[in-house]
Nanobody
Framework: QVQLVESGGGLVQPGGSLRLSCAASGSIFSIDDMRWYRQVSGLQRELVAS???????TYADSMKGRVTISRDNAKNTVYLQMNSLRPEDTAVYYC?????????????????WGQGTQVTVSQ
């Protein structure tokens, strides 16, 4: 199995910054793309940014120009630097990774999800 644990969320004032981290652990054979999603209460989960194992990044329009995704392959960790935060950025932010887990007799490739971290942007 692969576990993803997000951290770094919290309360921040409008215009502020936060850096989210997501560490993968467990019986990891390899990690391919990693992504950050967010979900506003009552709405569908939406993609914020993604990064390949080679470091190629893509961003959704909703936060483009205000976020930077990066990763440290040696630490199996992906980051999301968020700047100029707005109240409408308030959401639960989830980490997601396409990864292969080692099992006793084989491997398993699938998409894994973290439990999410709350980001609240408010005065």
């Amino acid at each position: 199995q692969v576990q993803l644990v997000e951290s770094g969320g919290g309360l921040v004032q409008p215009g502020g910054s936060l850096r989210l981290s997501c560490a993968a652990s467990g019986s990891i054979f390899s990690i391919d793309d990693m992504r950050w999603y967010r979900q506003v209460s009552g709405l569908q989960r939406e993609l914020v940014a993604s990064i390949t194992s080679d470091g190629v990044t893509t961003y959704a329009d909703s936060m483009k120009g205000r976020v930077t995704i990066s990763r440290d392959n040696a630490k199996n960790t992906v980051y999301l630097q968020m700047n100029s935060l707005r109240p409408e950025d308030t959401a639960v932010y989830y980490c997601n990774a396409d990864a292969t887990a080692r099992r006793t007799d084989d491997t398993l490739w699938r998409t894994w999800w973290g439990q999410g971290t709350q980001v609240t942007v408010s005065q």
